[in-house]
């Protein structure tokens, strides 16, 4: 490789680590998300009018911040996903509404199956089941009110008929999606794996070397509620190349990991109705999730054929366009700061640049694993609680 091409990519990889460049990236998320969830709230008389033509509007308006994640990921990080699954089932993908069951072990497995979801056409109107807190964090969490996120408060009692009425009111949902469950109910950690373990040896279930027991009452519920509007659960199973740890940090910095992602339709009406019968085919197909790491691990890749459709260039087209409109006043503002001379207007500047470089690493800080959830420390029976992201 020519040494002039060499010394081009080492300034751009030494650009892309600089956090001036993260600051910008977090402020054109935020800015602009703030912008759209305004947007959003102006859609609320439309409702009134139209409920389908409102949900059709927030899901473009939900894609316009979902899709910078994403487009950070493909085109700043160039992070390649590499999809593993049958050409029959291939065809199937995006074209109909779909769980998609995904382990839990990564910082950025959310990022990973945003990316899938964008390749096939569904990322505005994909759903999660996720815990209560999140509906009040600015951005994604006021999005997802608008998009009619499920949300849980991981106490079964209440949840129950709280999340079984939130299910209910996708049946007539007018585009196609994927309902995502972490069925683990929290990330992966030794700690949280042992206790699971012990779970698992005072109920004589196999044990499970890399993933948790799943959590099977969330689970049960979503397919009973979604029964005849679902057409299959995607068996999704997620590893990185070389025994990579990627971060949210490492993809700000512009380091390129490579996903590989296997995943299984299975069409809904093979998934028992009785409780119990469900209960014990998930924690069968967590049995064979093990068996696909143990695969990938022997041998470096999952079962099945490649079939990794392209990125988009419009979660690019999208980044840009919103760095645009919130990045224009921005530069106007701070000429007109530089150029007063005002010391006390400088220094309000400096102190509002310093606290939003405090607030972006917290931003990245809470998706580091360490920081992660404390549910699922505690010996509690998997059948006691629900599976949430």
């Known amino acids: ?29 935020l800015a602009s998300g703030i912008l759209i969830n305004l947007l959003q709230v102006c859609t609320l008389p439309v409702w009134l009018v139209s409920k389908q033509l409102f949900r059709r509007i927030n899901i473009r308006l939900g894609y316009c911040i979902v899709s910078q994640v994403v487009a950070v990921l493909e085109w700043w990080s160039c992070t390649k996903c590499t999809l593993y699954t049958d050409p029959a089932s291939h065809l199937l993908y ?13 910082e950025i497995d959310f990022l990973c199956g945003w990316t899938f979801c964008e390749r096939f056409g569904v990322l505005g109107s994909s759903k999660v089941l996720a815990k209560q807190e999140l509906a009040y964090v600015p951005v ?12 849980c408060k991981r106490k079964w009692e209440e949840d129950r008929t709280l999340v079984a009425q939130s299910l209910q009111k ?8 994927w309902f995502l469950l972490f069925c ?26 890399h993933h948790l027991l799943p959590r099977t009452k969330g689970f049960w519920v979503t397919v009973q509620n979604l029964r005849g509007t679902v057409s299959a659960v995607y068996d999704s199973t997620l590893n990185f190349r070389n025994n990579e740890k990627p971060t949210m940090l490492g993809v700000l910095n512009g380091k390129k990991y490579h996903a590989d992602l296997y995943v299984r339709r299975i069409p809904l009406e093979l998934i ?10 998930l924690h069968k197909l967590y049995q064979e999730k093990d068996s696909f790491q143990e695969h990938y691990e022997k041998t470096g890749c999952f079962p099945g054929c490649d079939m990794s459709p392209p990125r988009q260039s419009w979660t690019l087209i999208n980044w840009i366009f919103w760095s645009c409109v ?64």
């Not at 994604?140 to 949300?151: D, H, N, S, T």
Request: charged content about 20%.
């Open 272 to 281: 028992p109705e009785d409780e119990k019968e469900c209960a014990a085919w």
């Open 94 to 106: 995006g074209k109909e509404k779909a769980i998609v069951i995904l382990n839990h072990k990564f």
């Open 140 to 151: 994604i969490g006021w999005m997802w009110y608008f998009l009619e996120i499920v949300f």
């Open 184 to 209: 683990e109910g929290t990330r992966f950690t030794p700690e949280k794996h042992q206790a699971s373990m012990q779970v698992a040896e005072s109920k004589g279930l196999p044990k499970l070397k």
């Open 326 to 389: 919130v990045l224009y006043p921005l530069v106007l503002m701070l000429t007109h700061v530089i150029s007063s001379g005002s010391v006390l207007t400088i220094i309000v500047a400096v102190v509002v640049c310093s606290a939003a470089s405090v607030a972006v690493r917290g931003m990245i800080g809470q998706t580091e694993i360490g920081k992660g959830s404390k549910y699922g420390n505690r010996e509690v029976p998997p059948n006691n609680s629900k599976g949430s992201s």
């Open 1 to 29: 490789m020519p040494k002039r091409l060499l010394g081009r990519m080492g300034l751009l990889s030494t650009l892309k680590s600089q956090f001036i460049c993260h600051l910008i990236i977090c402020y054109v998320f």
């Open 170 to 177: 996708l049946r007539d949902y007018p585009e196609n999606y």
